[in-house]
C-alpha cells in the first residue's frame, strides 16, 4: 500500500496547579502540634499567623497534531465511509492514540492554480488555461481562487477571490515565453494562502518541465512546504509520446520526478494528460474538487516525543488495495497553547 502525506497543527496546554496548605493553620485545626520549621527559619511575630507557602505553578505543553487523509482505491478514486477503526497512525514509529475522528464531505477551500507560461508550454498552453478555467467554473460559493503564472518570472494574475469572473478576466491574453521558475511559484502561492478564508488549502501545479529559473533551490522549497498546512496537486502536461511529428524532450521526463516530490510533501497528487489529446476537462476539475472537498481528520496528542525537529508521520488503513494520502510530517510548534479536554473537564 502506497502512502504519502498530509497534516495541520492545533496546539493545547495541560496546567496543573499544586498548592501548599497553611501547615501551622491546619496543624491547630486538627489539634496536632505544628511541624517543626528548619533552623534559621524566622519566625512569625507574636499573634500573627505563619504566611502561607508560596504556591507554584508547573506548565507542560501538549501539542494536538491534526492530519488530515485521503484514501483511494485502485482505481483511484475517492473511498468513502471509512470509520475511527479503520485508521492507524504513527509518529516516528510510534503508534498514536486517535482522541478525534471526523469525515467532512463538503469543506470549503482555498485553491490556488500555479500555470506555467515558459516557451515550452507554447503547444501546450490552452490546455492549461482551460484546466484552470474549468476549475474556477466548478468552485462552490464557499470557496475561493487565486491565479499565478510563472515563466523566468513569476506573476500573481489574480488574488484570492470568489468571483469566477474575475479568474476569466486574469485567464485572458496570457502568452508563452522564457524558462520555469516552478519554486518561487510555489513560494508566492505560499504567501497569498497566509490570506484564505477557509481552513482547508490547496495548490494545483500545471506544467510540463522542471525547474530552471527559480532563486529558490528544490531543499528550500520542501522546507517551506513542510512548514506550510497547503496541499500541492501538480497536473502534469506531456508531449505524446505516440504522435510521430512530436520531437520527444528526454529531459522533461526529469519533471515527473520534481512534481512527485513536491506532491508527495503536502498530502497531494499528480495527475499526467497529453499534449492534443481530447480531455473532458470539466469532469477532471469536476473530480479533482469533488475529492479537495472531502477529508477523513484524524487528531491526537503526542505520547512521549521528545523531538523538537522535524517529526515523520505515518497513516494506515484497514482497506484492501486502498491508497492513502496524507502530510509527510510536522515541526512542533512552541510557545503557542489553549486548553486541552483535560483541562476543560477538570473546571
Given amino acids: 500500500m502506497k502512502t504519502s502525506t498530509r497534516s495541520w497543527l492545533g496546539t493545547a496546554t495541560v496546567t496543573f496547579i ?32 505563619p504566611a502561607p507557602a508560596t504556591d507554584f505553578q508547573l506548565s507542560a ?29 504513527f509518529e516516528d514509529g510510534v503508534e498514536q492514540k486517535i482522541s478525534f475522528f471526523s469525515h467532512d464531505r463538503r469543506i470549503p477551500v482555498s485553491l490556488g492554480v500555479l500555470v506555467d507560461i515558459s516557451g515550452s508550454m507554447r503547444h ?16 462552490s460559493p464557499q470557496d475561493e481562487m487565486f491565479l499565478v503564472t510563472f515563466n523566468s518570472d513569476v506573476d500573481m494574475k489574480q488574488r484570492l477571490t470568489s ?50 529559473r527559480s532563486k529558490l533551490t528544490l531543499p528550500q522549497i520542501e522546507e517551506s512546504l513542510k512548514r506550510a498546512d497547503v496541499e500541492v496537486y501538480a497536473i502534469g502536461i506531456d508531449d505524446d509520446e ?19 516530490d513536491l ?26 474538487l469533488e475529492e479537495l472537498h472531502q477529508q477523513y481528520l484524524l487528531s491526537y496528542y503526542p505520547s512521549n516525543n521528545s523531538n523538537m525537529g522535524f517529526r515523520k508521520l505515518e497513516v494506515k488503513v484497514d482497506q ?15 510557545g503557542v497553547t489553549a486548553p486541552s479536554s483535560a483541562t476543560a473537564a477538570a473546571k
Avoid at 487523509?69 to 468513502?80: C, I, N, P, Q, R
Avoid at 481530447?278 to 473530480?287: G, K, M, V
Avoid at 491508497?323 to 512552541?334: K, L, M
Fill in 263 to 288: 506532491a508527495t510533501i503536502s498530502g497531494g497528487r499528480v495527475f499526467r494528460l497529453f499534449t492534443g489529446r481530447n480531455y473532458a476537462l470539466d469532469n477532471l476539475a469536476r473530480l479533482l
Fill in 124 to 139: 501546450k498552453l490552452q490546455q492549461a488555461l482551460q484546466t484552470a478555467r474549468e476549475l474556477s467554473l466548478a468552485l
Fill in 242 to 260: 505516440n504522435d510521430p511529428v512530436v520531437v520527444v524532450q528526454p529531459m522533461y521526463h526529469i519533471y515527473h520526478y520534481m512534481l512527485n
Fill in 18 to 49: 499544586l498548592c501548599t496548605g497553611l501547615l501551622m493553620a491546619q496543624a491547630s485545626q486538627a489539634g496536632q502540634a505544628a511541624p517543626q520549621l528548619p533552623p534559621g527559619t524566622p519566625a512569625a511575630p507574636a499573634g500573627q499567623a
Fill in 61 to 89: 505543553s501538549v501539542q494536538l497534531v491534526n492530519v488530515t487523509a485521503t484514501v483511494l482505491d485502485e482505481t483511484g478514486t475517492y473511498v468513502d465511509g471509512l470509520k475511527q477503526e479503520d485508521f492507524q497512525i
Fill in 163 to 212: 468571483n469566477p469572473l474575475l479568474i476569466e478576466r486574469a485567464l485572458q491574453g496570457i502568452r508563452t515565453s522564457g524558462d520555469t521558475s516552478v519554486y518561487d511559484a510555489l513560494q508566492l502561492g505560499l504567501g497569498e494562502m497566509k490570506t484564505a478564508h477557509n481552513a482547508k488549502k490547496i495548490m494545483v501545479l500545471i506544467s510540463d518541465g522542471f525547474d530552471s
Fill in 320 to 334: 484492501p488495495k486502498a491508497e492513502v494520502r496524507y502530510r509527510t510530517g510536522y515541526y512542533p510548534a512552541s
